[in-house]
């Protein structure tokens, strides 16, 4: 607890700095924390009630890492405009869909739309399988896909006016989840269905 603070306390002290010359400010974590956890961890598969789980055993401490990733994106300013102008953006494209598609298996929400097409005596024992009914997990699934529809709706709009009011769509997430939802289900269920348990 108290290396946390000393090193929030050190992040502080280097946005305060930051600020001062009009830097974005850095924070604690990159966003690229949880596959270098993984490539550094030894993991454990086992077989639960015949389904296949990790568990991490280990994990390797090292700040090496996260200082030369952070040295070389100093770095990749040295290469605007070239010869980072050189590469075709459909590699960018292919790059962010391969990224996006790696990632599915850990998001909740893709587990939830694979069951819809999933008989029902298939299901993973997920912890929110044995608290939700089917009928409400696939209406909160819908219930968001329509959230997520209206999001992209506003955020790939041709108009620049209806884009600027991104941020308030998503904002009005927040209530929609506090009052709208819970009027439509359950209190207990949408806790089981919101996280991870």
Known sequence: AVVSTQS??????INAVLSLFCLPWVHG???????????????????ENGHLTE?????????????VSGILIGVSVLLIPSPL????????????????????????????????????????????VRRVPQKIIHCFTLLQLL??????MVSLSESPY???????????????RERVLPVLLSERHLTALDGEH
């Open 8 to 13: 929030t306390g050190v992040t502080g002290l």
């Open 29 to 47: 974590s990159l966003p690229h924390s949880p596959l270098h956890v993984r490539a550094l961890a030894d993991i454990e598969e086992r077989i």
């Open 147 to 152: 959230q997520l529809t209206g999001l992209c």
């Open 162 to 176: 209806l884009k600027m009011f991104f941020p308030f769509v998503i904002i009005l997430l927040m209530p929609i």
């Open 55 to 67: 568990k991490v055993v280990y994990v390797r401490e090292t700040r090496l890492t996260t200082l």
């Open 85 to 128: 102008n050189l590469i075709p953006i459909p590699v960018f494209y292919g790059l962010f869909v391969y990224l996006a598609i790696t990632s599915l298996e850990d998001f909740q929400m893709w587990e939830r739309i694979v069951l819809i097409f999933t008989e029902q005596t298939l299901y993973p024992p997920l912890h929110y």
